[in-house]
């Protein structure tokens, strides 16, 4: 099994719909959480920076992380057309060390007007 | 802050020609890492560096790849000879500290024809 699994897409939705993003992770001694977003032609910058289980809230975006079945998740609520790009979940594989982060192939999303 | 810059940002070639690929961290960050982007295989580790020093170099594929960084502002990822294989796109990041999130830049382009 991968240590990090994701599923590519691609999802399509109209705007304003909710969005639900979804990764699966192997080990369950993981503890840092991320999601980066990518548009295309750019690099990947970071969303969301979670810290064990529970749910973290940014305006539109909510970070959830279920560590009793390694599942971690995005939604996106109110989706806009400027939300289309591509969504990495990332995990910390050690203590620490930044070295040790291990992406998923990251999920397409297009949201039409 | 000018945020990580890398160059070029496109690059087509010939196989067995050297590759350079150049990369400036943002200024007072600590680590610095490069990456390859596929759709085969998603965001992998190359090698990164702390302080100027090559921490973590098992994820360069072969020796035909190489990394330096000479100070703390500049580094370059070397492909010595080039094969097509190697085509994807090369990103550089960058991060304040082990537990601070990772900045990328927009990547370099990479074609071996």
């Known amino acids: 099994q991968k240590e990090v699994e994701q599923d590519p897409g691609p999802l399509s939705v109209p705007e304003g719909a909710i969005v639900s993003l979804n990764c699966t992770y192997s080990?369950?001694?993981?503890?840092?959480f991320m999601w980066y977003r990518q548009y295309s032609r750019k690099g990947p910058e970071l969303l969301m920076y979670?810290?064990?289980?529970g749910n973290k809230e940014d305006g539109r975006f909510t970070a959830q992380v279920d560590k009793s079945s390694k599942y971690i998740s995005l939604f996106i609520r109110d989706s806009q057309p400027s939300d289309s790009a591509t969504y990495l979940c990332a995990i910390l594989r050690g203590s620490g060390s930044q070295g040790n982060l291990i992406f998923g192939k990251g999920t397409k999303l297009s949201v039409k007007p | 802050d000018a945020g990580v810059i890398q160059s070029p940002r496109h690059e087509v070639t010939e196989m067995g020609q050297e590759v350079t690929l150049r990369c400036k961290p943002i200024?007072?960050?600590?680590?610095l890492f490069w990456y390859r982007q596929t759709m085969m295989r998603g965001l992998e580790l190359l090698i990164y560096?702390?302080?100027?020093?090559?921490?973590?170099d098992s994820g360069m594929p072969e020796d035909r790849f190489s990394a330096k960084m000479p100070n703390a502002s500049f580094s370059t990822l070397k492909i010595q000879p080039s094969e097509p294989r190697d085509s994807a796109v090369y990103f550089c990041a960058s991060s304040l500290s082990s537990n601070q999130p990772q900045h990328f830049g927009d990547g370099t382009r990479l074609s071996i024809l």
């Open positions: 560096f702390n302080n100027n020093v090559p921490i973590d």
């Open positions: 080990n369950s001694a993981f503890q840092y």
């Open positions: 200024s007072g960050h600590d680590y």
């Open positions: 979670t810290y064990s289980s």
